[in-house]
């Protein structure tokens, strides 16, 4: 199974520390952001990675280079100065990410999910797996909620966060036209016909959205309370 870290974003919230470097490059407790997802995928077995990049894109090959150091190897996905949106990035990386399902993390999130099980919770009938977390206080409302089947729900009484980890076939790509495009509008449609699983995750997940958080998870890696 590949992967692929979506880095192409511009992080206007994360303003003026991304003005020198892209969002994912930025140090958390002493380490770049992606350096924890690209060890982790690497633990988990899951050693051909993909990296889109856009804004200061130059950035990640000069500092990630082939990956070698990481225990993976790494292939990267130019975007332009401006970017292709999630969903127009990875159909852009189709490419690039081979025939079977395949991993997607966001850049800019930190956690301690157990990407080794992600290898099993792609169903045959579904095109995409989601892992949803608890609404943290900037997203209270949510996004997807979860059926007693364990499908995701466009809409539903209760909804949880997209974690921004998640699993999918090439074949949810295949007719999402090629330029910018968001991701959400085609996971809905996908839910409504039933095509698309979630489960939620209990453990660490910080969305690094903001400096403020950035800070505070440094504080907290640093003292070894992360929660």
Known sequence: MRAMILAAGRGERMRPLTD??????LSVAGKPLIQYHLEALSAAGIRQIVINHAWLGHLLPEYLGTGEQFGVKIQYSDEGAEGLETAGGIKKALPLLGDGPF???????????PYPSLKHKLAADCLAHLVLVANPSQHPDGDFGISEQGYALAEAGRCFTFSGIAVYRP??????????????????QAMQQGKVSAELYQGVWHDIGTVQRLMELSAQLESRHVG
């Open 20 to 25: 020198q470097l892209p969002k994912p490059l």
């Open 171 to 188: 074949e949810f790509f295949e007719q999402i036209p090629s330029g910018k495009q968001k991701l959400a509008p085609y996971l809905r």
């Open 103 to 113: 991993v997607v993390v966001n850049g800019d999130v930190f956690t301690d999910y």
